[in-house]
Nanobody, 125 residues
Framework: QLVESGGGLVQPGGSLRLSCAAS????????MAWFRQAPGKEREGVSR???????YYDDSVKGRFTISRDNAKNTVYLEMHNLAPEDTATYYC?????????????????????WGQGTQVTVSL
């Protein structure tokens, strides 16, 4: 099970930190990713991190978002800075079983085994 938290309402230019806590499995063995879905749009990949801690970002968030993982806490984070109205969406974390430590897990949704229920991020004045 994955449970996201940390969403909310923030003004443009503000920051939020999302958390994704895993239970029932060990995060060590999984690559992790954050996806988001805005109203009326397809879900899209935002950021991903492999077992070795290498992070990848969609161009739309590069330089503003940072993904990290704390395997000891079985938790993944997404730090978001300089938020803009177009970042408004429901944010989901997902876990993909990964044998290799440093392979790029990609953003193919069907490859992710576990999904959280989502946390809403709204960027507005």
């Amino acid at each position: 099970q994955l449970v996201e938290s940390g969403g909310g309402l923030v003004q443009p230019g503000g920051s939020l930190r999302l958390s994704c806590a895993a239970s029932g499995f060990t995060l060590d063995n999984y690559a992790m990713a954050w996806f988001r879905q805005a109203p009326g749009k397809e879900r899209e990949g935002v950021s991903r991190i492999n077992r070795g801690g290498v992070a990848y970002y969609d161009d739309s968030v590069k330089g503003r978002f940072t993904i990290s993982r704390d395997n000891a806490k079985n938790t993944v984070y997404l730090e978001m800075h300089n938020l803009a109205p177009e970042d408004t969406a429901t944010y989901y974390c997902a876990a993909k079983e990964a044998v290799a430590f440093y392979s790029d897990p990609g953003f193919v949704e069907a490859a992710y085994k576990y999904w959280g229920q989502g946390t809403q991020v709204t960027v507005s004045l």
